[in-house]
């Protein structure tokens, strides 16, 4: 596993343990143990986790999810410290880091500010680049939903269209902050909304995120 997609793993296991699964997450409705249980499902049950996107899949992956709920929080917690099957394709390290860098950015940070005294975590350079990188080519994708244009602007003046429209609301955060508002943590996300006042209303409830 690469660097920042294993210490995000890591780091999600130790957050979700410390909590303990019927700690609240930002995830609507998913204990810490629904958010274990679906980050297993998705690296272990590939036949069940395409129903994250495909309605024909749904009932599939509701039967693993309610199987792997059921199993004991310290098998979960285990279970995603260790990572994916060596045959499984999240094993591979481009795989890794391309697909679960952010997954597991995003999930801990559901953990962390679903809690009383959370704050703004420091992300270093390197990783606040990548996450940016990623967002770059992500953006049209979460954003696609949005009922504005939205704009994403880092604090240096790099930005990224997410979706195009009028008018336009322009979000303004760290690499982070935006990841986190593009992937439907808008309430969470510490980032500056610039913009008519109705378009940012409406864009600080809509449905963004793949």
Partial sequence: MSTHAKR?????????????????????????????????????RPDAAGGLLLKVLKERLDRAMAEYTAKPYEELIRLIRTGPPKLSVY??????????AVEFYVHAEDVRRAQ????????????????????????????RRSP??????????RTAVAHKGVPVVTVTGEPGELTL????????AAVDLEGDREAVSRLTVAELGI
Avoid: M
């Fill in 181 to 188: 508002f593009c992937f439907g943590r808008q309430a969470a």
């Fill in 116 to 143: 009383p005294d959370w704050s703004p975590r420091a992300l270093d350079p390197v990783f606040s680049d990548a996450l940016w990188s990623r967002l770059e080519r992500l953006a049209r994708l979460t954003g």
């Fill in 148 to 157: 504005v244009g939205l704009v994403l602007r880092r604090p240096d003046g």
């Fill in 91 to 100: 094993a591979l390290k481009q795989v890794d880091e391309a697909a679960n």
């Fill in 8 to 44: 995000e793993r890591l780091l999600l296991a130790d957050l979700l343990e410390a909590a303990g699964p019927q700690a609240p997450t930002l995830c609507e409705g998913w204990t810490c143990r629904d958010l274990a249980a679906h980050v297993v499902v998705r690296e272990r």
